[in-house]
């Protein structure tokens, strides 16, 4: 009777995995994460490093804001290229949590990645309490029409 029972929890677990991993959007489209600047002394697994003109710079691996922090956005040509920036309105409690970030990191570097790649930094230089967060520029037109396919455009009504 154990053997049986054994075999059984044991098919269930096998069919049950692909299941329980597969609960989010499927290889989540237009990923954008920003990093806040942190010291470099810290746990190697916690941090990162990027070089911003010859220097050496850490940030966070644990995003400050991501997409989950987003309701909506909008692209403009960022005048380098065929290049794009985009304007993303966040959330109330992200609104307030990027306020309280700026407040208290003014100097420091907070650095965006779009689908795993570094691709804009800014310093931040005083608080920020509209709730809008900018990538200045570094997106392709690929990317704001993956972000079409996760985010409403600012202004639109429709939520998808």
């Given at each position: 009777m154990n053997l049986r029972l054994t075999a059984w929890v044991a098919f269930f677990a096998l069919v049950a995995?692909?299941?329980?991993?597969?609960?989010?959007?499927?290889?989540?489209?237009?990923?954008v994460t920003f990093h806040l600047e942190t010291e470099g002394g810290g746990n190697p697994k916690m941090v990162f490093d990027?070089?911003?003109d010859g220097k050496q710079r850490f940030f966070t691996r644990a995003p400050e804001i991501s997409m989950n922090d987003m309701v909506a956005f909008t692209p403009f040509p960022s005048g380098e290229?065929?290049?794009?920036?985009?304007?993303?309105?966040?959330?109330?409690?992200?609104?307030?949590?990027?306020?309280g970030i700026s407040i208290a990191n003014q100097g420091k570097y907070l650095l965006a990645q779009v689908n795993g790649r570094v691709v804009d930094g800014v310093i931040i230089d005083k608080p920020v309490d509209?709730?809008?967060?900018?990538?200045?520029?570094?997106?392709?037109?690929?990317?704001?029409?993956?972000?079409?396919?996760?985010?409403?455009?600012?202004?639109?009504?429709?939520?998808?």
């Open positions: 995995s692909p299941v329980a991993t597969s609960g989010g959007k499927a290889g989540k489209m237009g990923m990027q070089m911003d290229g065929d290049e794009y920036g985009i304007v993303f309105q966040l959330k109330d409690a992200a609104k307030r949590r990027l306020n509209d709730g809008l967060i900018v990538v200045w520029k570094g997106l392709s037109s690929e990317d704001v029409t993956l972000f079409d396919k996760v985010l409403p455009r600012i202004g639109d009504d429709q939520k998808k």
